[in-house]
């Protein structure tokens, strides 16, 4: 449905030129809601208005369903109001001279949504009911609560049924527990319209929640393109494993790699690991691996005889709620682990540290 | 299936979204920089473009004697003179109104914001009410007392007199260029001072002074640029009857001749003056660039978010109000009420119990067909509205091109925009008066000279850098996610403005309409250079009324133009409310020049 490939976007500025997007590729297939992940400024924002039109790139080419709407360095370009996405804005742009009413039924009164006039009140009265903001259709803009914006922003990107639907962090100017709720409800709403919808933002979680697939930015350059539990599990370089969730990330060298077992052993400043090995090892290879804190177990009644464990000393415990987290110092390393809120710990306590051998990943 | 919409080249894309903007700003700056050059060429051929031939002889005509004995020096007078009695009003006022806790400040800083709207030849006719040497009023109340036969001072005939009038008129630009560096000091560098141990008097020389002083300098450059462009207020005081030429008169009656200086054409003469008057004003203009660049690197030094500390006068609050005041009667209340006095009076007289049995409305039964009937009446709505309207309208076209587009041109275009401001007006009224003359020859069916239509342009032009101003500071403020959103939405740039961008600045654009529109109600100098038998205006006729004598009638006119104005402000406040009451509020209190740069 949304097809983009080799796209690059300078923006040259009095103090030089910034390269915001280097050569982002990517393909969003009809009904999926693909989710663009990364830190500030990684040019999340700069690829979605290219989309939409809003930005010309500098190369690359951008098809939205079978139409190609940029191409050839901009000889080819299909304007802005032509492209027929849906749009919703960080800053909601909702028009504050309008009634909410108004501001949804904008795109089919003029331009090249227009409907027949008979029809335009029943079709934004039904997109309102979809965003549950019926009652409040007369309401003027400027006195809407966050939520209520968004909500009328997402009303107005939808009225005119757009095939896509391009959405820049559209929960992150509302509280904490409201975004949790709109999570879901924004998902169950794009599915049940089967929406492709290309989503930016930079909170992990959001993306885990609502995404088909994400692609994990970094530089203005994707670093990833997966499920959420393929980006999750199985990140393929630290940047990524470092930006989803929180990773343990050490650095090692390949020791020992057994004739037909798949089982190897690493050498890492905590002492030596068995972890599974990919078939390409090499004895002396340079790698990083990579464990979740939640994989990680914890126990206080001293070494076993068991494969990867290691004596420590809890330097921090917080509880959060819903578990511990700790911080155990292992040879002088800093580990970072989760444990169940059963377990309690106190910091200066001295533990035994297993990290199991499936949780283990090595990173290139 | 290939793609269905067809691909526009992006050349004309851009030409298809901005293409109207942009067309309406080139519009507008090609007209500005047309005349500009016409202006030089002007000095280069013998007479009219008409008539080949290519001469330097209007250039070494200006080494002639009468120009560099009387007419510079007069000129320079003058500009000196009103920067030194503008600032005599000007810098207390500033201190007084701003840093100190004197009574009624808003009001009063509201009041001096009003007086640019007052006609400053009405202003001259009423001083000349007052200080003439035959009829001066307060001259004879002089004489009376002091028992003097030949009358103590005149502010006719003298260019300290043209400076003394045009330094009342042009107080308030300075007062608000001033008002602002002032507001902005860090009150803790004077408290330093303060615990250094300096006194306040000190303080205020050795701190705070120095502080505003590149404010007060670029106020000063500024007011000398205006005040040597003027023309009608020295014209009334003796430059029109030759006593006094300066440089503004020599350019009007030599395209105009018919005083007694200059009994034929000379355009080519003309135009050297225009750019003799120009070259001092880009130059001024090159050093206020300077000194607001100065200024907003202090602004960076200190910051926002304090209140300037203001000093209490505590029992010199008196004085302080009486300065305020004393300036406001002397720049608007003693004018206005002597032209109100004359206005009832047969023959001006000084008030007395046998005056008051004279009082009639003998000069306002005459008033309407003095000033040439209603065609004057219609020719002055006519130019107020075009020209509010139309200034309005380019403004918004061309800010939209510089702060809304990402055209490699706006700079260019917002700069270009900006040079009707240095060029004095009279330039581009003589640019226009020669097109015309060259237009009834050439193309007889463009009916350019001594029609409405020509000053209409000239106010234009004269209104942009203003009008550019103020919606570049609205369009600024707007998002543009707003707009963007727009199209996203399948709508056009034209749209988008008509629906989104319009109604989100209309309190800014309802604001410059109106003070347009008074601006260009009072303006004389062009009005009356491109005036023909045909195009008066309101102005123009009383302007006229009193250079032909009838000075009962002329002072009736300016009663009723002065009341004009004042009841349509009103009724323009009252019925505008919200937004717009509060900026046109805030506009008035802050003319033109507090926001040019
Ligand atoms: N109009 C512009 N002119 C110059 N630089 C820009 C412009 N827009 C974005 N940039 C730069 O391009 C880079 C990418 O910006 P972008 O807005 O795409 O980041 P983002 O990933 O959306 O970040 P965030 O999560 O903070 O919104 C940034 O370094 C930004 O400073
Ligand atoms: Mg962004």
Partial sequence: MIRVTNLRKQFVTKHGALAAVRGVAFEVKEGEIFMLLGPSGCGKTTTLRCIAGLEAPDEGEIWIGEQLVFADRGQKIVPVYKRGVGMVFQSYAIWPHLTVFENVAYPLVYGIFKAPKSEVRERVAKTLRLVGMERLEDRPAPLLSGGQQQRVALARALVYEPKVLLLDEPLSNLDAKLRAEMRVELRALMKRLNITAVYVTHDQEEALVLSDRIAVMHGGEIKQIGSPRDIYVRPENDVVAGFIGTANLLPASISTVPGNAREGLVSTPIGALVCSLPPSAAVGQAVTIMFRPEDVLVSVSGIGQSRNTFAGIVEQAVFVGSRFQCVISVNGLKIECELPKSQVVESGQNVAVEIPCHAIHLLP | ?597
């Fill in chain 2, 1 to 597: 299936m290939p793609s269905v919409i067809p691909f526009v080249r992006r050349r004309a894309r851009i030409a298809t979204a901005d293409a109207l903007p942009l067309a309406f700003s080139w519009l507008v700056l090609a007209v500005v920089i047309f005349l500009l050059a016409f202006v030089l060429y002007m000095t280069f051929v013998p007479s009219l473009p008409t008539e080949p031939g290519f001469t330097l002889r209007h250039w070494s005509n200006v080494a002639s004697s009468r120009l560099l004995t009387k007419v510079v020096p007069n000129t320079v007078i003058v500009g000196f003179g009103t920067i030194c009695i503008a600032a005599f009003f000007a810098l207390p006022l500033a201190w007084l109104l701003n840093r100190t806790t004197l009574p009624l400040r808003t009001t009063f800083t509201t009041m001096i914001g009003i007086v640019p709207v007052i006609p400053g030849f009405i202003l001259a006719m009423g001083w000349i009410m007052l200080l003439d040497e035959r009829i001066g009023l307060i001259n004879n109340v002089a004489a009376n007392l002091l028992g003097l036969s030949s009358l103590p001072l005149g502010v006719k005939d003298t260019p300290w007199g043209m400076a003394w009038v045009l330094g009342l008129v042009l107080t308030p630009p300075i007062f608000f260029l001033v008002a602002g560096p002032l507001c902005r000091i860090d009150p803790s560098l004077e408290e330093v001072a303060g615990v250094i141990g300096m006194k306040q008097l000190t303080t205020l020389r050795r701190v705070t002074l120095p502080l505003v002083w590149p404010g007060i300098l670029g106020g000063l450059i500024y007011t000398f640029m205006t005040a040597v462009s003027i023309f009608e207020i020295p014209a009334l005081l003796g430059a029109a009857s030759g006593k006094v030429p300066v440089l503004a008169s020599e350019i009007f009656y030599s395209v105009r001749p018919g005083g007694p200086l200059t009994a034929t054409f000379a355009y080519g003469a003309a135009g050297v003056y225009g750019t003799l008057l120009a070259v001092p004003s880009l130059v001024g203009l090159y050093f206020y660039l300077r000194v607001l660049e100065r200024t907003e690197r202090y602004q960076v030094i200190t910051g926002k978010g304090y209140r300037p500390r203001e000093t209490d006068l505590g029992p010199l609050n008196w004085i302080g109000i009486g300065f305020v005041i004393s300036y406001l009667v002397l720049a608007v209340a003693l004018p206005l009420l002597v032209l109100l006095w004359a206005s009832l009076m047969p023959v001006l007289q000084l008030p007395s119990r046998e005056a008051l049995s004279k009082l009639s409305f003998i000069n306002y039964d005459s008033l309407l067909e003095g000033l040439g009937g209603i065609a004057v009446i219609w020719n002055t709505v006519v130019l107020v509205l075009c020209v509010s309207l139309l200034v309005s309208f380019f403004s918004f076209m061309v800010s939209w091109v510089v702060v809304r587009t990402r055209i490699r041109s706006r700079k260019l275009i917002d700069m270009l925009v900006m040079v009707p401001h240095a060029i004095p007006s009279l330039a581009f009224a003589f640019a226009l008066a020669m097109l015309g003359i060259l237009a009834s020859r050439w193309l007889a069916w463009l009916p350019l000279s001594g029609t409405i239509g020509i000053i209409v342009i000239a106010h234009i032009i004269n209104r942009m850098p203003y009008g550019t101003r103020v919606m570049n500071s609205a369009l600024g403020q707007v998002h543009h996610e707003l707009e963007e959103i727009a199209q996203v939405c399948g709508t056009k740039t034209p749209t988008v403005m008509r629906r989104i961008i319009l109604p989100l600045v209309k309190p800014s654009v309802v604001y410059l309409a109106v003070w347009t529109a008074m601006l260009s109600f009072q303006e004389v100098t062009m009005a009356l250079f491109l005036s023909g038998p045909q195009n008066h205006v309101l102005a123009v006729s009383i302007w006229e009324l009193w250079e032909s004598g009838s000075l009962g009638t002329a002072a009736a006119g300016a009663v009723a133009m002065v009341a004009t104005m004042s009841a349509l402000m009103f009724a323009i406040l009252s019925v505008a409310r919200g937004p717009t009451a509060g900026l046109v509020g805030r506009g008035v209190a802050e003319p033109p020049v507090a926001e040019e740069p």
